[in-house]
């Protein structure tokens, strides 16, 4: 058994390589409820699949739902009665250990990053075009916060979004992991940033180059005359209507969140309707799950050494507080992303 396995943490036997790792063993939204440390067996590779020493994981939104199995609609694929994987890390940067069979391209001792399942580990096994080399100006902390939700924002706000220079370009959640690199990317396209937040974020998304902020909590960001050629909803939660109404006759929305605490779908339902309202309007109304693959990760390097765009990191969690990582999380106070640090014994 690997720790692909299906249920609890196995003991290890007689000849078994171990690793210290985060175990969870069933489904909780209290991250203390069921995020503990102990030891698994490494990873076993498959054809295509690279053996990364794990050096930081990367901590978001994603891992809430993992860990809590919430919405429902995640199950399928996280496990329908208890947890597929071990622990719910999923991005990670790291040292090659070894390569698997049919693997090129990679050796032991690169310094990589990218996405790879139960990454709360010493070790994870990565998909070989799920990594890419780690950018050399960063440090592991900080590339392990990159992978997914660099991702998101690249595509949502140049392919999906196809935000063009002088255009007006409006992000809410713009001080949260998706939200600080889409803050940044647009104003690397030229765009004029309207960036939205909570009071004691505003300075901080306007230091990655927004050039005007609004504060949600004193201000609705959608009332007035301003029309915006695209939207990046990360955190709204508004309304589709309200939404349509801000933008320009020709403008373009984009959902990549604003969930709500529904079990069945959290949020994913206006996202969903969004999508079949969009061919029945001017506007193009739309949302997207995010690629993981190495061609974007490459692109992301050269951004971060063209200096265009830096991942923000408000704090780093050694492994054997993962649980508290993930509360923090949740508390709301988080600007950028958030760490989890392997020793390297």
């Known amino acids: 058994m690997t720790d692909r396995d299906a249920g609890a943490p196995i003991a290890a036997e007689g000849g078994i390589e171990t690793m210290a790792a985060v175990v969870q063993e069933r489904y909780d939204t209290r991250p203390e409820a069921v995020l503990r ?17 794990v050096r930081a994981a990367g901590v978001d939104r994603g891992t809430w739902h993992l860990m809590a199995g919430l919405p429902y609609a995640v199950r399928p694929v996280s496990g329908m009665r208890r947890p597929k994987l071990p622990n719910p890390g999923r991005t990670v940067a790291g040292v090659v250990e070894r390569i698997g069979p049919d693997v090129t391209g990679f050796a032991p001792g690169d310094e990589v990053y990218g996405t790879a399942p139960a990454a709360f580990a010493e070790f994870a096994a990565a998909r070989a075009d ?6 050399t100006g960063l440090t592991f902390e900080e590339a392990a916060t ?12 140049r392919d999906k979004g196809r935000i063009r ?31 939205v937040a909570s009071s004691r974020k505003l300075d901080a998304v306007r230091a990655l180059g927004a050039d005007r902020v609004i504060d949600y909590t004193r201000e ?29 006759p020709r403008g373009r929305l984009v959902i990549t969140g604003g969930e709500t605490d529904g079990r069945l779908l959290g949020g994913t339902d206006r996202q969903l309707r969004a999508q079949l309202l969009s061919p029945f309007v001017r506007r193009h109304l739309g949302t997207f799950i995010a690629s993981e693959h190495a061609d974007g990760l490459s692109e992301l390097t050269t951004l971060i050494d063209a200096g265009a765009i830096r991942p923000v990191v408000d704090r780093a969690y050694p492994l054997t507080e ?14 950028g992303k958030l760490a989890v640090t392997v020793p390297l014994d």
């Open 37 to 53: 440390t102990g030891r698994l067996p490494r990873p076993e590779l498959r054809p295509g699949e690279v053996l990364v020493r």
């Open 322 to 335: 993962a649980a508290a990582a993930v509360r923090h999380l949740l508390d709301g106070t988080v600007i």
């Open 130 to 135: 799920r990594i890419a080399p780690k950018p």
């Open 220 to 248: 609705d960001f959608l009332a007035g005359p301003q029309r915006y050629d695209a939207i990046v909803d990360i955190a709204g939660n508004r309304n589709l209507r309200d939404l349509c109404r801000a933008l320009t």
């Open 165 to 195: 220079p002088g255009q007006q370009v409006l992000i809410t959640g713009a001080a949260g992991g998706v939200g600080t690199f889409a803050v940044q990317l647009a104003h690397h396209l030229g765009a004029h940033v309207t960036a």
């Open 146 to 157: 990159v992978p997914i939700s660099g991702l998101t924002a690249l595509q949502a706000v």
